[in-house]
């Protein structure tokens, strides 16, 4: 599977962005995907997960409140609404999917990635 990650850019702070992770070559519809970002020098890490169904979705405590994770199974897409964007959410988004149904929050449990796409919030 392939999965086409886009909708980032450059924005002030306060500001929003939606990601797209459009997924090619396997239907989706079983997956969970999660949503990871690496900022330079930082590890990656996670920012939000959501199974197959969209029932059941984690965030990271820093983008609680802030960052939703959508998903629309017909259209084979997952999304990412950032709103009240801050300096520190700067980084490299990946989305990610997992073989199984489940939502998982280790970037270890996740099979398939995405090329990233780039997040710059400017104070």
């Known amino acids: 599977v392939q999965l086409q990650a886009c909708g980032g850019g450059l924005v002030q702070a306060g500001g929003s962005l939606r990601l797209s992770c459009a997924a090619s070559?396997?239907?989706?519809?079983?997956?969970?995907m999660g949503w990871f970002r690496q900022a330079p020098g930082k590890d990656r890490e996670s920012v939000a997960a959501i199974n197959w169904s969209g029932g059941t979705t984690y965030y990271r405590d820093s983008v609680e409140g802030r960052f939703t994770i959508s998903r629309d199974n017909a259209k084979n897409t997952v999304y990412l609404q950032m709103n009240s964007l801050k300096a520190e959410d700067t980084a490299v988004y990946y989305c990610?999917?997992?073989?199984?149904?489940?939502?998982?929050?280790?970037?270890?449990?996740?099979?398939?990635w995405g090329q990233g796409t780039q997040v710059t919030v400017s104070s």
């Open positions: 990610a999917a997992r073989t199984y149904a489940e939502a998982r929050w280790s970037e270890d449990e996740y099979h398939y």
């Open positions: 070559g396997r239907t989706l519809r079983s997956s969970a």
